[in-house]
């Protein structure tokens, strides 16, 4: 039998109840580490206090925060594994990337956020929680820093939570990874379903890669969520990534 969703934390209640929601439902994600709760209530703090005044979220109310945000960021600890370096690829608000930073000490993040205000607020409470040593914030485009040397094929594992469709995120993304490093693209059920048909052929134009489809407990999550895990498996040809007008003019599943 199916087991019942869980009911989320009151949105407008205080975080410190939110907080505790969070680390009951963590807890049952597996990966047995507990979380720093003062670490992340500083970070959902500074995050409500910018986002009166830039939009990094629609809403700062820390039920929502810690439901639809933290939590779906955590979702990805106990598939990391040993990863040692990530970057995130259109960071915003820090979801995933900051989290698993805060989260995860053996991992050194970049951050990639094209958008000066909230690559400011990255990089602040980054150094405000002492993260900045292994978390760097670069403000570029990721198709620009895709095709530098100090960041092509350096990582061992991606995310991007909201970036776009599947072609794009591994457009993006690949040429960022190691051979043997992963993508871990976060979708919606429904999302993962319609983007499978294109597997094949996105691993045809990118060099080679193995794909699994992990589907997330909703009765931890509260909604229909699923991981695409894409392992690279051999170098992404050297034209990848193209400028950002090329891709979202032929998207890289019809190339």
């Known amino acids: 039998m199916r087991k019942p969703t869980p009911t989320p934390p009151d949105a407008a209640g205080s975080l410190a109840e939110a907080l505790g929601w969070l680390d009951r439902q963590a807890g049952l994600l597996g ?123 350096r990582y061992e594992a991606a995310t991007a939570r909201a970036v776009g469709a599947l072609g794009v995120v591994v457009e993006l993304s690949f040429p960022l990874l190691q051979v043997g490093g992963s993508l871990y693209a976060q979708r919606s059920r429904k999302q993962a379903e319609n983007e499978r048909p294109q597997i094949d052929e996105l691993s045809r134009l990118m060099g080679g890669y193995s794909a699994q489809t992990i589907d997330l407990g909703s009765e931890v999550i509260g909604r229909e969520l699923a991981v695409i895990k894409l392992t690279k498996t051999a170098p992404t040809p050297e034209r990848y990534p193209r400028p950002m007008a090329q891709i979202k003019r032929n998207p890289l599943a019809s190339a």
């Open 31 to 153: 990966g047995g580490r507990p979380l720093p709760l003062a670490e992340l209530e500083t970070f959902l703090n500074e995050l409500s206090a910018y986002n009166e005044h830039t939009n990094l979220v629609a809403s700062s109310e820390p039920g929502r925060l810690v439901s639809e945000h933290v939590l779906d960021s955590l979702s990805l600890c106990p598939l990391l594994g040993h990863a040692g370096s990530l970057v995130d690829i259109g960071s915003g608000a820090g979801f995933p990337g900051l989290v698993l930073a805060i989260v995860m000490p053996e991992l050194t993040v970049t951050l990639v956020e094209s958008v000066g205000k909230k690559a400011g607020f990255l990089a602040s409470v980054s150094e405000r929680l002492g993260l900045a040593p292994r978390v760097e914030v670069v403000c570029e485009r990721a198709e620009s820093i895709g095709r530098q040397a100090r960041y092509r094929e």
